[in-house]
Structures are given as structure tokens and as C-alpha cells.
């Protein structure tokens, strides 16, 4: 039996995925940076649809957000599974650094971080060996004087999970395939058939994304360069392809035995990413003991054929593109998980009800609840009661890239106004809507 999955897998703002398979059942997790609550977990069963089932990081405690930019927060995480026990190793690069949380469910709840001493750099992952020894894999400048821009080195120490601290030798592996490589990162080690693989990402996450492989016979190296480096590109394609920044790759394999790998890319309209960093999946042999990314094709594809039944999710979240969405929330109980807040929200910020959704409006503070938006086009709109809004008070859509470009569509004193924002400017673009008529 096979199913067809669809690229990408998880459309829109699901950057730097990681996935980690526990029998028939495969979870991934992607960054959130400064939006709360953050780290989604994602579950599937044949790699081609995709449900939420939580968030890794939902109390205020888990994830400090204050004063964090949109681009800030919570950078690559990775997410793995040992012993019936699932972690997460994450970096808050606004609070606190590099830390693991765990969960005996995927779904949580998930424990308060584990901050890590002396873990510097950022994109960590976690490696256990067939011993039980479990390895920290992280980044960092490197430790004679970066050179250039981007001079890191990936490396490897021993983590003890028993006190969440690093221990034993600290030893700088591997600085990318490339001569004068920048930016090594996103390091995943696995070991197949007895050989220790490290699959990371290089050449920065714009356009000259890509993904490299090293391999060893131990875990501290010497690790010896794939001559067909990089394994997995679109630079090479031209700023015109439809996809393109390919990289930051996590390596998974199924219960059948078959390889597949998730990464993330971009779908760009007039040269700009409108909705961020996407998941995307591609097929994985090994010849000659070095991995082989979409055999014959060397590229992603709209289509791949997975070797797995297929999966119905529990609950679809319309994590498809052009999906529809609509949410009755007079009859919600709680907001679906896929909702989400810019920073830590207030206790007080929304309330459901037999009316709907209530925000709360105060004077000088924005009050947002937002999605993803997982397609490039589409409609969207809302049953707005803005009755008790106080003079001065502005409710309606955003349509948010960042702080400084962005579109809104404002209410109040009866009328709509359109409002474009770009480079933190309005160009001219107050467009004033038809009049709305008082409610009576």
C-alpha cells in the first residue's frame, strides 16, 4: 500500500522541521520564534497528512517572550524519542539559550526547560547511541577567530540526562563540506548500519541553502566529506524556480525500513517569501554508504510516492493549501491549537462564550489572536460585534508578515479602512470601504 504525498507537506509558516518516528506514528515539530504557544507538535502516520496534536511550550513559564522581535524566540528545534520518553531540544535565543523539555506523551504536557550551561551556539540536537549515551550536537564561532562571516563549527559533547549538563570532552567536528563554508548548522547525527552520519545545513538560509553529509565510525569523528556535497540544493536552479532556500534537513525512517527526509523551503512570489519557511518532504537511499536525496531527480518534487497506507487525521486542521477553515467559536470550548499570540498573551486576553470569541481592548496595547496562513491565495473574513468599543478603539484582519509590512483592515465609528504597511511606511494605500450602518 502507498499513499501521495503532496509538497509541502505543512504549508506556510513551518519552519526548520524535525521529525522522529515511534512505531507507525510520526511526529514533527517545527520553530515558532516570538509567537506563543510555541513549538508545534505535529503528527501523521504516512508522512503526507498532517495533524496538530499540541504545542510544545503553552505556559507562560515555559516560554519568556517579553520584548522579543518577531524573528527572535524560539530558533530550530529538534525532536527525538529514547527510552519512552520524548525531548525536545530547543534554542531561546531571547531567554535563557539552548534547553531541553520532555513529555512521556507527544501531546504533553511538557516540562519546564532544562536550561544547559556552557551550551553556546544555537541549532542543537540530541543523539542517542546504541549504548544509551546520549550526545548534544550544537554550533558555535569558531574558537581561534571567525575568519568571515558564518565561520562556526559544529560540535559534539556528552549530555547527562540525569542532570541536564554537559560532561566529558567537547570536541569541534566538522565546518562544513565547502571550503570557506558559512553558516554550518542544523546538525542531525544518526547512525545506520554501525555508521555515524552527520546531515546538516550550510551556505545560509537565503539562497544558498543546502544540505551536506559527513560520515565516521565513531561518534567523535574523524568525519571523512561526501564527494557529492552538497546532497540536496536549489541554488543551483536560479532565482526564477519556484522553490527555492532548500535545506535543514531531518533524517526519518519507517517501520518498513524506507528513509525520508523533511526540510524546509520557500514558495516566493516577486522575488519575497509572503509566508515564510515551509516543510517539504523527499525520498532517501543510500548508495555506496552515503545518503541519496529524491533518486534520479535531485530535486524537490510536487509529488513523491510514500510506501506507507494512508493516514486520515483525527482532526483536520486544513494543513493543506487552499483549505477551508471556519470557526464557530460560540460553540468552542477552547481555542484549536493551531491559534496563536505575538509574545506572551495576558491571562485576560480572550474569553469564548455563547457570544463568540471576546478580545479584550485596552487602551495602548494590541490585542491579537492569529493563524497560519497556508496559502498564497485567498479569502478571509469575520462576524464582527464591536459594540462596546471605546472612542479611540480599533478592531478588524491583519494580514501579518512583521511590524513593518503588513496589511489591516481597520473598523470603528462604523466605517472599515484598509491600511497597507511596508518598510514601516504607508505608501498611500488608506483606502476607506464602503460605510457600515449601526447595528440596532
Not at 469575520?382 to 512583521?402: R, T, Y
Amino acid at each position: 500500500m502507498s499513499v501521495i504525498a503532496k509538497n509541502p507537506i505543512l504549508p506556510g509558516f513551518y519552519p526548520d522541521p524535525s521529525i522522529c518516528a515511534v512505531g507507525e506514528d510520526f511526529y514533527l515539530v517545527n520553530s515558532s520564534f516570538a509567537y506563543f504557544p510555541g513549538l508545534p507538535i505535529m503528527h501523521s502516520r504516512d508522512l503526507a497528512h498532517w495533524e496538530q496534536i499540541g504545542n510544545a511550550m503553552n505556559r507562560n513559564s515555559q516560554l519568556p517572550l517579553e520584548k522579543a522581535d518577531v524573528s527572535q524566540g524560539l530558533f530550530a528545534p529538534t525532536i527525538r524519542y529514547h527510552d519512552g520518553l520524548f525531548y525536545i531540544v530547543c534554542t531561546n535565543i531571547s531567554h535563557g539559550g539552548n534547553f531541553v523539555i520532555t513529555a512521556e506523551e507527544p501531546e504533553g504536557p511538557w516540562s519546564e526547560p532544562h536550561y544547559l550551561a556552557g551550551a553556546d551556539g544555537i541549532d542543537p540536537s540530541l543523539f542517542f547511541d546504541e549504548d544509551g549515551k546520549c550526545y548534544y550536537t550544537g554550533t558555535h564561532p569558531n574558537k581561534d577567530g571567525c575568519r568571515y562571516n558564518g565561520d562556526y563549527y559544529i560540535y559534539v559533547q556528552e549530555l547527562d540526562l540525569t542532570t541536564f549538563t554537559l560532561v566529558g570532552e567537547r570536541r569541534d567536528i566538522w565546518n562544513g563540506a565547502m571550503r570557506d563554508c558559512q553558516w554550518p548548522e542544523g546538525p542531525h547525527l544518526y547512525k545506520v548500519d554501525g555508521v555515524y552520519y552527520l546531515i546538516h545545513a550550510e551556505g545560509g538560509t537565503g539562497p544558498n541553502h543546502a544540505v551536506c553529509v559527513a560520515r565516521s565510525g565513531e561518534v567523535f569523528g574523524p568525519y571523512e566529506t561526501n564527494f557529492n556535497n552538497p546532497i540536496f540544493t536549489h541554488r543551483h536552479l536560479g532565482k526564477r524556480y519556484p522553490i527555492q532556500y532548500v535545506g535543514h534537513a531531518d533524517l526519518v525512517q519507517t517501520i518498513e525500513g524506507d528513509f525520508y527526509m523533511v526540510m524546509l523551503a520557500t514558495r516566493p512570489v516577486r522575488g519575497k517569501t509572503t509566508m515564510g519557511r515551509e516543510t517539504f518532504l523527499a525520498r532517501v537511499e543510500f548508495e555506496d554508504g552515503w545518503p541519496v536525496v529524491n533518486p534520479g531527480l535531485g530535486i524537490l518534487s510536487d509529488e513523491l510516492v510514500v510506501n506507507l497506507p494512508e493516514y486520515e487525521p483525527v482532526c483536520d486542521y486544513g494543513l493543506t493549501p487552499m483549505s477551508f477553515k471556519q470557526y464557530n467559536f460560540a460553540r468552542l470550548q477552547s481555542l484549536p491549537f493551531s491559534f496563536m499570540t505575538l509574545r506572551n498573551p495576558a491571562g485576560d486576553l480572550y474569553r469564548l462564550d455563547e457570544n463568540g470569541l471576546n478580545l479584550k481592548c485596552e487602551r495602548g496595547k494590541t490585542s491579537m489572536l492569529c493563524i497560519r496562513q497556508d496559502s498564497h491565495t485567498f479569502e478571509a473574513s469575520v462576524v464582527l460585534n464591536a459594540k462596546e468599543l471605546f472612542d479611540g478603539a480599533l478592531a478588524g484582519l491583519i494580514l501579518f508578515q512583521n511590524t513593518e509590512n503588513h496589511l489591516r483592515i481597520e473598523y470603528a465609528g462604523f466605517r472599515a479602512t484598509a491600511l497597507l504597511t511596508q518598510g514601516g511606511w504607508r505608501p498611500g494605500s488608506q483606502v476607506n470601504l464602503s460605510p457600515i450602518p449601526p447595528q440596532r
